[in-house]
């Protein structure tokens, strides 16, 4: 290829660049005036380095424009979203705070072990255990390695968030059981 060759494509390819550039002022403006009657497409602008902010911009306009089209109900869902939003914090907010609780769950457990041999082991770290068994019947246990057991003990103690007891040479997750 010659040097006037390489020229005339480089030329094709701002002229291009130049013709899409000018598409999409054309299409912001209609953005603006939110003409829904009209459908912009933006599947057909290839964006490239030169025109990434640009297109942003254009896509943010686009989002004014349809949340101005959809009115109420694009607002319910949004509030809804929020309200969602607050409630999964609150709720672990309260996870994350330390209880009193008289029984405990503990994770993981392996499911071929005793429950005897699992409240003599917990029963000298928390104190008297009155009871221990699978959070689960033994169909629903079935066919898994590791299980959740409750331990109910004979005094309430302070459970944190995260705490954690040794339990067969592993540490098991240990939460508050409300029963």
């Known amino acids: 290829m010659g040097l006037k060759a390489i020229a005339n494509k480089k030329e094709k390819v701002e002229e291009k660049e130049r013709?899409?550039?000018k598409?999409?002022?054309?299409?912001r403006k209609r953005l603006r005036d939110c003409k829904m009657s009209e459908v912009v497409v933006l599947a057909d602008i290839i964006p490239t380095q030169e025109i990434r902010d640009e297109d942003m911009e254009m896509r943010h306009e686009e989002n004014r424009c349809s949340n101005k089209a959809m009115g109420?109900?694009?607002n319910w869902r949004k509030a809804e979203a929020r309200k969602e939003k607050e409630k999964k914090k609150e709720e672990s907010a309260a996870l994350t705070q330390a209880a009193m609780a008289k029984a405990v769950v503990i994770h993981a457990i392996p499911t071929?072990?005793?429950?005897?041999w699992v409240a003599n082991t917990v029963g000298g770290r928390l104190g008297q255990v009155i009871g221990v068994s699978w959070l689960l019947g033994e169909k629903?246990?079935?066919g898994k390695?590791?299980?959740?057991?409750?331990?109910y003990l004979n005094e309430e103690i302070l459970v944190?968030?995260?705490?954690?007891?040794?339990v067969g040479g592993g540490q098991h997750l240990m939460i508050p059981y409300n029963f």
């Open 160 to 166: 944190g968030n995260g705490a954690r007891i040794r």
């Open 140 to 142: 629903r246990r079935e």
């Open 72 to 74: 109420i109900a694009q």
């Open 19 to 21: 013709k899409k550039r």
């Open 112 to 116: 071929g072990w005793n429950v005897g």
């Open 145 to 151: 390695t590791a299980f959740l057991v409750v331990v």
């Open 23 to 27: 598409e999409q002022t054309e299409k």
